[in-house]
């Protein structure tokens, strides 16, 4: 569980689940069984400084699977 930060490209390479959430140029899932959970109340969590604490954040993003 946590808040991850990567300046560049953040990836799983085994079968995992992480809940919490990802601040990355990229995200690579590098096969099937990789989950990215969200926690709803990470918010509450982040410290003052972080960007999602206590305001919105939209981003462009560009899935493909």
Request: proline share 6%; aromatic share 10%; hydrophobic share 35%.
């Amino acid at each position: 569980m946590g808040a991850y930060f990567a300046g560049k490209d953040w990836s799983m390479s085994r079968n995992v689940v992480v809940k919490g959430s990802v601040l990355a140029g990229s995200i690579t899932f590098s096969h099937a069984n990789e989950h990215l959970v969200t926690d709803p109340d990470l918010p509450s969590y982040l410290p003052r400084a972080m960007p999602g604490n206590g305001q919105s954040v939209l981003t462009k993003g560009s899935w493909t699977r």
